[in-house]
Nanobody
Framework: QVQLVESGGGLVQAGGSLRLSCAASGRTLSGYRVAWFRQAPGKERLLVAALNWSGSTRYADSVKGRFTISRDNAKNTVYLQMNSPKAEDTAIYFC????????????????WGQGTQVTVSS
């Protein structure tokens, strides 16, 4: 079983920056996809960014050029660097990973953190 714990959320001004972290325990993240999703009030949970085992990435169009997903295998941690956030980025952010190998564009994930709230003030 994999446990994921997100941190780093909070209140940030539009145009500022924020870095989310997701620490994993119970299994290494190395060799598996990792991703960040977000869910705004009353809306569905949507993919923000994904990173596969080889370093290939996938981003939602709304965050391309502003957000960056990365991982530190030594720390078993995934990050989401949020630059120039906008009010519409306000949401609960969740990190996730797989139980088995899947392609970068597969939307199924197995393990989820509890989420961290990000609020962007305009």
């Amino acid at each position: 079983q994999v446990q994921l714990v997100e941190s780093g959320g909070g209140l940030v001004q539009a145009g500022g920056s924020l870095r989310l972290s997701c620490a994993a325990s119970g299994r290494t993240l190395s060799g598996y996809r990792v991703a960040w999703f977000r869910q705004a009030p009353g809306k569905e949970r949507l993919l923000v960014a994904a990173l596969n085992w080889s370093g290939s990435t996938r981003y939602a169009d709304s965050v391309k050029g502003r957000f960056t997903i990365s991982r530190d295998n030594a720390k078993n941690t995934v990050y989401l660097q949020m630059n120039s956030p906008k009010a519409e980025d306000t949401a609960i952010y969740f990190c996730t990973t797989d139980r088995t190998y899947r392609g970068l564009f597969d939307n199924k994930y197995d393990y989820w953190g509890q989420g961290t709230q990000v609020t962007v003030s305009s």
